[in-house]
């Protein structure tokens, strides 16, 4: 009787659960390596590429430094602009809705704001491709009005797209960082607290054995 | 069962007792990242640091700049004004001029009177504040008047000959 | 020392009798199962969101041009304002799966019966408080899924006959959901919280002249039960420990597990996402809201989704004691009745479109039909039950009508 009353339970979380699975379809099984050198090499991409037309505006120069770049490599990526402001594209809102009709979202959530998360970013980036026409689209989001900017819809064979789809996972590592900057500090707090509870709770399971063995 | 009653009572309350203060160790531990939420974050901290460019403040002109929320006197002091501060000693709260700059030319001090804190204008002496009348001198020495301090020096810095950095 | 300080209060205050009659001696059924632990661990759930929410709101700008930066202002810069973030946003989720476990609890063991009518009143009054509460707070981060969720659920009150529009409007304070919205939710949803406190201590009040039911659905002997402190604290302790490696596995491991992606992209009142999906715990009304094509009609349905359960004490008509325990048609309709729950959420969870729709009708048939038809499978089991022969000494404590229900004779 309990036990099915659990697998009702269970069905219905799972029910539950079900509506936070992707409703969209899912990106093939890309990994995404998040190492510090991955996510640092990301930055790179994204301030060198990305930013021409896209802003992070809850990610300051500053805060880079997190990443391990040091002083002369913070100077280059920010120009002159001070450690205190945030990742802005150089080009206007106003320019850019014109070059584009609309204007190219912020980055700063990107990895975390569509279903698939960064495998997704990592799929539009390589997803460009020449149709028979000669226009270039893409795979992931049919009709994008972003440009190929890492020029994959040229690239042929491994050994040239190899180097573009690097950099196109470095992005997406860069952007899972910038999503969720705070992400290394919580797992490392969690296994401490996760720790705590675990072998507070088995105290606690053996306190609550004693104190019961006082009845009859 | 008496036996059992010497041992077990012993070891019961031991494991109780450490349970019971591991558990007050966590609760006590849970509540510092809700204290540690209510300091400054960094960037209000990172705004606690001001850069002043000095160029353009003549000889004799005041530059107000504010800093953690309150105006900061830049006051650049013609060599007639040095002289007469480094003569005087100030009034109720004597201190050298010397022990309050870093370069004679500049005096840095906040511009906040010590009497109420209300903000000092500025006069060919020095500072009268116009809420309980304290008179300050180009020292920002207290002279006369309710207020009982000099006006505070905040931390500062030359960065270069041109530029300081208060915080 | 303690002791005269102690000995000073209970001069003045009644302390000492107090935690004694209602704690340290509290009769309490010995035989409750782990499903009793679940009211504890929705009090300790409610101290976490207010704590939670109090430091949040410390930094939090209701305000339409604001309240996204400030968000993303505290998972950023505010020491530890993630953790804060995500114990309330998890917290808000841990809350509906302890509360409906606690009222599944009540459902099965037919704890709402007489006397405890008015303690699952009470219960189901802190149920519309607590929906009330998080429906208000899903707005305050001000993203996709919170402007547009708002906006359709505020939007239904215009069914209501003759002032609907004008309803809609007051509740708004704007031809949409704005800056007024978004202002007075935030007012709101710091407010009730602490009518919610207040309720819950009246919840209690009525739970303690009528004690706990158990697992059997009879009233024990006097000498089968035993003092609260220190056996159920001990293992509603216990159970706060596993609940709480749950909670925290979901927070430091998994926390977007129970956030809409979408919510990450702030409100857009020109652009409406693809999908509208309420948080988890709404989705089964959600369902039953639009199984039904009459706008009016799918509002009623939905209110009276969650109103019937006060009318469980009445639906109820056996006389045989407790629930589940002793009565196999009425565990079979509590089955039929979660798993239909969760169809519903899985219909709720997903465009209404091809066979889901005629899911949805059917399941929000059978919902109803769990309730509505209780009265006459009740009574039909009892018949039935009673010609079989019940199980010995049943038979005595079967309720007469004045007896209280399982009440030794």
Redesign the interface.
Known sequence: MKRLKFAGLCIFLGMAMNQSLAVAAEPADVEIPQSPAAVRRGAEVITNVCMACHSLKYIKYGALAQLGFNAKELDTMRGGKSLKEPLVSDMSPDMLKEGFGVVPPDLSLMAHAREGGPAYIYEILTGFYHKPDGSVDNHAFPGIKMPDVLNFSDAEGPAQRGPLEKQARDAAAFLNWAADPHAAERHHLGYYVLAYLLVLTILLYFSKRKVWARLD | MSEQDKVDPERRDFLITSTTILGVAGAAGACWPLISSMNPTPSVKSEAVTEVDLQGVAPGAVHTVPWRGEPVFIFHRTQGEIAAMEESKGGKDPQPDAARVKNPDWLVVIGICTHLGCVPNKTAKGWLCPCHGSIYDNSGRIISGPAPRNLDVPPYHFAADDKIIIG | MTNRVIAWIDQRFPLTSFVKHELTEYPTP?NLSYWWNFGFLAGFVLVLQI?SGI?LA??YKPDIHLAF?SV??I??????????RYLHAIGASAFF?VIY?HM?RTL?YGSYRAPRELLWWSGQILLLLLMATAFMGYLLPWGQMSYWGAQVITSLFRATPWFGNDLVLWLRGDFTVSDATLNRFFALHYLVPFIIFGMVLIHLVALHAVRSSNPSGINLADKDN?PFH??FT??D??G???F??VL??F???K????L???N??PANPMQTP??I?PE??F?PFYAILRAIPDTLGGVVAMVMSIMIFAAMPYLDRSKLPGGARFRPLY?LAF?VF??D???L??V????PSGVLVDVGRVATFVYFATFLLLPPVSILEERWLRARGLPPGLETLVVGEDDKVGAEK
């Open positions: 010995r704590v430091f410390m930094h930066d993303q202002y998972m950023r810069e505010v020491n530890y304002g993630w953790l804060l799966i476990i599944a099965y035993i220190p056996y001990s293992k302790f216990y706060l420990g596993v709480l490696i925290c596995g927070v430091f491991f926390p977007d597990f129970f809409e992606a979408i990450n992209v693809a999908h999906v988890w715990y989705l565990r089955y979660i798993i729950v969760a169809v959420s899985y709720g969870a997903h465009p």
